[in-house]
């Protein structure tokens, strides 16, 4: 059997900060290149669209935003990554302690994330010396109807 390798996709992300949770929902696409799973969607209010890829493989997500807001954050569970945030009205570099990060999937027989999946992750972000917060992600994957 043939694993499918991508397609359109439908994300619930769950961001809770500190006691504070905001669910967002977008669409977009997967797929798989090498060992990694990339996931593809524009986040957009009524004045910003900001392109997003996040690229999972074992042990490691990155976040890459560009358009209005530009920014860069690295996830490794137990360690403190570099990363940066970019916008017309901020320039702050980051660095996010990660304190878990997992996937929660059925797998293929490669072991390869395919639609459903869910990656979780928990971190403390700071900026220099100050904490900024301490967030849990959850970033829900379903494969869209009809693709």
């Not at 949770?21 to 060992?35: D, N, P, V």
């Not at 935003?65 to 954050?73: C, I, L, N, P």
Request: charged share 30%; hydrophobic share 30%.
């Amino acid at each position: 059997m043939m694993t499918k390798r991508k397609g359109k996709i439908r994300i619930t992300l769950i961001s809770e900060q500190d006691n504070t949770s905001h669910t967002f929902t977008y669409r977009g696409e997967w797929f798989l290149k090498e060992r990694s799973v990339y996931i593809r969607y524009m986040e957009s209010d009524e004045n910003d669209e900001v392109r997003a890829l996040i690229r999972y493989r074992e042990g490691e997500l990155s976040l890459t935003r560009r358009g209005t807001v530009r920014s860069e954050q690295l996830f490794v569970k137990g360690e403190r990554c570099s990363g940066h945030y970019r916008s017309p009205h901020a320039s702050l570099e980051l660095e996010a302690e990660t304190t878990e990060l997992c996937i929660h999937q059925q797998g293929d027989e490669a072991g390869l994330p395919v639609p459903p999946f869910m990656l979780e992750w928990k971190y403390d972000l700071m900026s220099g010396d100050i904490k900024l917060g301490r967030f849990h992600n959850r970033l829900y994957i379903e494969e869209e109807q009809g693709s």
